[in-house]
Structure formats: C-alpha cells, structure tokens
C-alpha cells in the first residue's frame, strides 16, 4: 500500500488546518534528567550550587534566584519543557545561599569595623 493519496497526512485535522507543528513531546539521551531545552532552569541550579561557597557565591546565589524564576515561568508556558525542580532548586537554594553570603559579608564588615575602632 502506497501513501499516494495527498490529503492523507500524519497530523490531526486541527495541525493540518492551522500549520502549528506539535510539541516534541519525546525523550531525550539523558532520560528527561537534564532540562537541556530550559536553560534558564539549568543554570539556576549550577548557580546555586556555586552559590554555597563563602562571600564570593553571592556573585552566584542572587542570579539563581532571578534564573530560577524564569524557568518556573517557562514551564508554566510550555509543559513540554522540563526542568522545574532545577528551577525549585535555584530559587531555594538561591535564596538560601544569599541570605548565609550576606551575612558572611556582614560579619566581615563588623570584625573589620570593631578592630578598627579600637
């Protein structure tokens, strides 16, 4: 049997009337474990773990919050992109590594200022 009839087509009546292809919905290499299609997402969570390390991980804590936002927001726009719990990740664990990192610096900020003024 041949495909020669040419309004036979892979697609539903609503793809076919419309011309919006379909979501890719299919897996990936990694078995979905890396939300390679939200960027924003990912990075949010290396950020976050970067984060962690004393004073300079504020350089890295702030904006995994910021991307971590911004990748619920893409999956809340497009379920078919993974990577909502990087996105848990970074916002969490981005909020928490700025709150230690500041008050690392703080801390630093009041042993410098109380030996100085003595």
Excluded at 20 to 43: F, H, Q, R
Aim: aromatic share 8%; with cysteine.
């Amino acid at each position: 049997m041949t495909d020669s009839n040419p309004y036979n087509s892979p697609h539903t009546g609503l793809e076919a009337a419309t011309g919006v292809e379909p979501l890719d919905t299919s897996g990936d290499g990694t078995g979905g474990l890396i939300p390679y299609k939200n960027p924003a997402a990912l990075a949010a969570y290396y950020l976050a773990i970067l984060g962690l390390f004393p004073v300079i991980g504020i350089f890295a804590s702030i904006p995994a919050f910021v991307l971590g936002i911004m990748g619920l927001r893409r999956r809340a726009q497009n379920p078919a992109v993974k990577g909502s719990v990087h996105a848990w990740i970074g916002i969490v664990l981005g909020g928490i590594a700025t709150l230690l990192n500041l008050s690392c610096v703080g801390m630093i900020v009041f042993g410098v200022v109380s030996d100085a003024t003595r």
